[in-house]
């Protein structure tokens, strides 16, 4: 899930409310000069960070479309594991976000790679990666999704949006090979029938094997 459209003002609040002071700093007798430093460079601190890692979601340069970072839940990634059962090959995640799909394929024995454009992401995806202990199957790289040929894919996660998923269903037919398997996370594709369907809600995940919608186009 690539990095695009969260608000400024959202990414502020939620990155402030995370900076809890330690209870050793209570301990402490501070003055109060002291305390106001401290804060005042929590502040700014915060603001700075803010920016560093907003200004990729603000700036969607070279995207046609934007496709906002949600992370993947729990269940939606149980959901994707379970699709992948008794598949074999390389496995690609189309705008990786934090990467946690990608790692979990590698868990499961799959070369896996990730694209995603915003590049703050693909850092902290290669660091879980490497704490995780699956560096060397999960693999990640900054780029844009319309610019990379996925022919060399079996597996092909997308977290999309509606407004990407009929180019990118156009792209997906023309460059996958017949054995390939296309998974479908929160929106499906809007022309294929899906082979199999799991999950509900924001879980809800779809299958589609490239034979199946390859066929149904030869149909008159």
């Known amino acids: 899930s690539m990095g695009g459209g969260i608000p400024l003002e959202t990414l502020?609040?939620?990155?402030?409310?995370?900076?809890?002071?330690?209870?050793?700093?209570?301990?402490?007798?501070?003055q109060?000069?002291?305390?106001g430093f401290l804060l005042t460079g929590l502040v700014s601190g915060t603001l700075v960070?803010?920016?560093?890692?907003?200004?990729?979601?603000?700036?969607?340069?070279?995207?046609?479309?934007?496709?906002p970072f949600v992370p993947a839940t729990t269940k939606q990634i149980e959901n994707v594991v379970k699709m992948l059962r008794c598949r074999r090959?390389?496995?690609?995640?189309?705008?990786s976000g934090d990467g946690r799909i990608?790692?979990?394929?590698?868990?499961e024995g799959f070369t896996a790679v990730g694209y995603e454009l915003n590049p703050w992401l693909v850092w902290y995806?290669?660091?879980r990666a490497w704490r995780e202990g699956v560096h060397g199957s999960?693999?990640?790289?900054?780029?844009?999704?319309?610019?990379v040929t996925f022919s060399q894919y079996s597996n092909v996660v997308i977290f999309g949006v509606p407004q990407m998923m009929l180019q990118l269903e156009k792209k997906l037919e023309l460059e996958l090979d017949d054995d390939a398997r296309v998974i479908a996370c929160r929106f499906p594709f809007p022309h294929w029938t899906p082979d199999h369907v799991t999950g509900e809600g924001i879980d809800t995940v779809w299958a589609y094997d490239a034979s199946t919608f390859r066929g149904r186009e030869k149909r008159p």
Do not use: M
């Open 102 to 107: 990608v790692i979990a394929a590698a868990k």
């Open 49 to 67: 960070a803010v920016y560093t890692v907003a200004t990729p979601f603000i700036t969607p340069a070279l995207r046609k479309v934007c496709l």
């Open 138 to 147: 999960a693999k990640f790289y900054i780029s844009d999704l319309w610019k």
């Open 12 to 30: 502020t609040e939620e990155s402030q409310s995370r900076h809890v002071l330690p209870a050793s700093f209570e301990a402490n007798s501070l």
């Open 89 to 95: 090959g390389s496995l690609v995640d189309i705008g």
């Open 125 to 127: 995806s290669r660091y």
């Open 32 to 35: 109060k000069s002291n305390w």
